[in-house]
């Protein structure tokens, strides 16, 4: 039987170290779909050319939520992310001047994963 490595990513945010491991084929497939459910309109709007694009796209994105609950979205897009050889803990690794590590390790998560799928249909 043949090796199976999943492929990571070292990301350093401030003075952390974060470990992100690459999702597999069906939990891409699964989430992709609920991440692009919540930003793809706004993303949309954020490349229009206009003066408003940032602050549309930004109230799209709220209309898009809804009452969604984003945690257990966000817990998923974290499932593979280490820190310290230890599994990231939503509740208590981006608490206070931390909490601005959370959007930024997010996009990298998600670029590591679908980037090059973005970049070949050039969304």
Same mark, same amino acid.
């Given at each position: 039987?043949?090796?199976?490595?999943?492929?990571?990513?070292?990301?350093?945010?401030?003075?952390?170290?974060?470990?992100?491991?690459?999702?597999?084929?069906?939990?891409?497939?699964?989430?992709?779909?609920?991440?692009?459910?919540?930003?793809?309109?706004?993303?949309? %709007?954020?490349?229009?050319?206009? %003066?408003?694009?940032?602050?549309?796209?930004?109230?799209?994105?709220?209309?898009?939520?809804?009452?969604?609950?984003?945690?257990?979205?966000?817990?998923?897009?974290?499932?593979?992310?280490?820190? %310290?050889?230890?599994?990231?803990?939503?509740?208590?690794?981006?608490?206070?001047?931390?909490?601005?590590?959370?959007?930024?390790?997010?996009?990298?998560?998600?670029?590591?994963?679908?980037?090059?799928?973005?970049? %070949?249909?050039?969304?």
């Amino acid at each position: 039987m043949s090796e199976f490595t999943i492929p990571s990513k070292e990301v350093t945010i401030g003075d952390v170290d974060y470990r992100v491991l690459a999702f597999l084929g069906t939990k891409s497939v699964t989430l992709v779909g609920k991440v692009m459910k919540i930003v793809g309109p706004s993303i949309s %709007e954020f490349f229009n050319e206009t %003066e408003d694009a940032t602050t549309n796209a930004i109230k799209v994105f709220s209309q898009s939520l809804g009452d969604q609950d984003l945690a257990p979205i966000v817990k998923e897009l974290l499932a593979g992310v280490t820190k %310290e050889g230890k599994a990231v803990n939503l509740d208590r690794d981006f608490i206070g001047e931390n909490f601005a590590h959370l959007p930024k390790l997010l996009v990298e998560v998600c670029m590591f994963n679908w980037g090059s799928a973005f970049r %070949e249909i050039s969304i």
